[in-house]
């Protein structure tokens, strides 16, 4: 995690210095480039800021010059099988999204599948075999 974050705060100090020299040379005439950019170094900022933070708590392998490949044996983390929920999820947005263009009540029923979706894919690890 220290070399992560080492990565994404140069990215955000570049983004924020090319906002000022951007509004300088358009001279506040495209104001949308200036915040898109500065929104994209403050995204850097904060995930530079996550991962600084996270790397105080987290001791890898790989952040021990002196580690060794032994060290980094073992479990790795719990890895889902493959779902369907995703796809529901998905189609989900694209009837709440698609609800003002042809009709608030094609919204409606988004938000109804949409809690349907969102529970069996919250939920999809407390049935079955993966019972707690």
Do not use: Q
Not at 116 to 128: A, K, N, Q
């Amino acid at each position: 995690m220290k070399t992560e974050w080492k990565i994404f705060a140069p990215i955000s100090i570049f983004f924020i210095v090319v906002a000022v020299i951007y509004t300088y040379f358009t001279k506040w005439s495209e104001p949308i480039g200036t915040v898109a950019l500065l929104l994209a170094g403050a995204t850097c900022g904060l995930i530079a800021v996550y991962l600084a933070l996270t790397s105080r708590k987290i001791h890898r392998p790989e952040d021990d010059p002196h580690g060794e490949i032994a060290e980094g044996a073992g479990e790795l983390g719990f890895f889902p099988a493959s779902s369907i929920w995703p796809l529901w999820t998905a189609l989900t947005m694209v009837l709440i999204v698609l609800g003002p263009v042809f009709g608030w009540w094609i919204s409606l029923l988004g938000l109804g599948m949409g809690i349907w979706s969102l529970t069996g894919w919250v939920y999809e690890y407390y049935r079955g075999d993966y019972k707690h």
